[in-house]
């Protein structure tokens, strides 16, 4: 597609709830990663991939935290558990290689776990 | 461990006036750039700096490197109120994950 495309754009889930994160990244970009960043504060890396691998997982905050990518495109964030300190916006970002060229960011999605 | 740092936190100037955005970084870097984030969503991809490079323009932004003291500075000229959002540098390391690394942005307000 033209851009990054997140869903939903917004979620509000009740605390022990799971939930799932979809990025849709830029057709052809082979590098896809997730930040959070809770409100007003910078941004938090999670994972990134290269194609379907996972080269680094370390930023994930525990393991309630997983995620996948299927065929080189989508990918999905998936929280186990919800907890209420996992409320922040999620962005995915995706790039044409890992080698620190811009990203393109998705408009994130804002998690609220009440 | 947080790469980058920008100062100040927060900058308020008038529209039409520069305003000056400074990021440090700790670690030998492949690269830095910056970004600017409006209404906490989705950031927009501003300049990239290479580590050999000093010094890089695009429009009305200037953008310097100095691997020496680890820091680079945007500048904004001749202000806007569109130019009203939060900047963010990023680096990405000469060694070890393939990732940027995030500062905590410096929040602009344009006053018109």
């Known amino acids: 597609g033209a851009g990054v495309s997140q869903s939903p754009s917004n979620k509000v889930t009740e605390k022990g709830k799971d939930v799932e994160l979809r990025c849709d990244p830029i057709?052809?970009?082979?590098?896809l990663y997730w930040y959070r960043q809770s409100l007003g504060q910078g941004l938090e890396f999670l994972i990134y991939?290269?194609?379907?691998?996972?080269p680094d997982k370390s930023g994930l905050p525990s393991d309630r935290f997983s995620a996948e990518r299927t065929g080189g495109s989508v990918s999905t964030l998936t929280i186990q558990r919800t907890q209420q300190e996992d409320s922040a916006v999620y962005l995915c970002?995706?790039?044409?290689?890992?080698w620190g060229e811009g990203y393109t960011f998705g408009s994130g999605t804002r998690l609220t776990v009440v | 461990s947080q790469q980058g740092e920008e100062d100040p936190q927060a900058l308020s100037i008038q529209e039409g006036e520069n305003a000056t955005m400074n990021c440090s970084y700790k670690?030998?870097?492949?690269?830095l750039q910056w970004y600017r984030q409006n209404s906490g969503r989705g950031l927009v991809h501003l300049i990239l700096?290479?580590?050999?490079?000093r010094e890089k323009h695009s429009g009305r932004l200037r953008v310097t490197l100095d691997t020496s003291k680890k820091s680079s500075s945007l500048l904004i000229t001749a202000s806007r109120a569109a130019d009203t959002a939060s900047y963010f540098c990023?680096?990405?390391?000469?060694?070890?994950?393939?990732?940027?690394?995030f500062g905590q942005g410096t929040r602009l307000t344009i006053n018109p």
């Open positions: 670690t030998s870097i492949n690269n």
């Open positions: 991939f290269q194609g379907n691998s996972a």
């Open positions: 970002a995706s790039s044409l290689s890992i």
């Open positions: 057709s052809g970009h082979t590098a």
């Open positions: 990023a680096t990405a390391r000469i060694q070890g994950a393939q990732k940027l690394v």
């Open positions: 700096i290479r580590s050999n490079e």
